[in-house]
């Protein structure tokens, strides 16, 4: 079946037929995961301090991740707390842009730690993480990388946070003091 030209075209140029509305679409993509709180002491939420803050968090076939509040907060201690979780996403996100970033440009990382940390502020009762420090320590390969791979790894730190998700979607003010090495 021979196909029609669209109204408007031109002999003298080559029909190519371009999806103009999809090209104006963002991609999406759905997340979904479940919260169930397990620290229901036998009165609920009777009094402030007649409950537990531990929780489980589920998402679909990965594993379950036990949380809780900061012990500031009467939490368990050994449990990741939301704001620990909101540093853990801003770190990750980073780091899997830059690995993305790294292997496009040519600089072969082979080691990678981020000592990050970060500040909640609380005024009047409301409290709002206003800075996450990155720190991360990058080690890459010399013998595998481009010829100015260091200076590159360094710059593309900059280049990771511009596109990471998470720190895209916070007005937290986010800082990186990077360090890269040559192994």
Known sequence: ?????????????PWVLVNFEALKVMATHQFE??????????????????????FEVDTAGKFPIAGSADP????DG?????????????SSCHMLWYFH????????????RDNYSGILEIAEGVGRMTRVQ????????????????????????????EKCFIANSVTTEVLCEPVVEMG
């Open 72 to 75: 500031a907060f009467r939490g």
């Open 134 to 161: 990155l720190r991360p320590h990058v080690t890459i390969d010399a013998s595998k990388s481009v010829a100015n791979a260091q200076q590159l790894a360094l710059d593309l730190h900059h280049r990771a946070h």
């Open 101 to 112: 970033l790294c292997a496009d440009a040519g600089v072969v990382v082979i080691a990678y």
């Open 1 to 13: 079946m021979k196909k029609s030209k669209p109204s408007g075209y031109l002999a003298s140029k």
């Open 33 to 54: 995961g479940s919260l169930e709180w397990s620290g229901n002491l036998g009165t609920g939420t009777s009094a402030y301090d007649q409950y537990g803050r531990n």
């Open 78 to 90: 050994q449990r990741i707390n939301p704001e620990d979780f909101f540093m853990n996403a801003l």
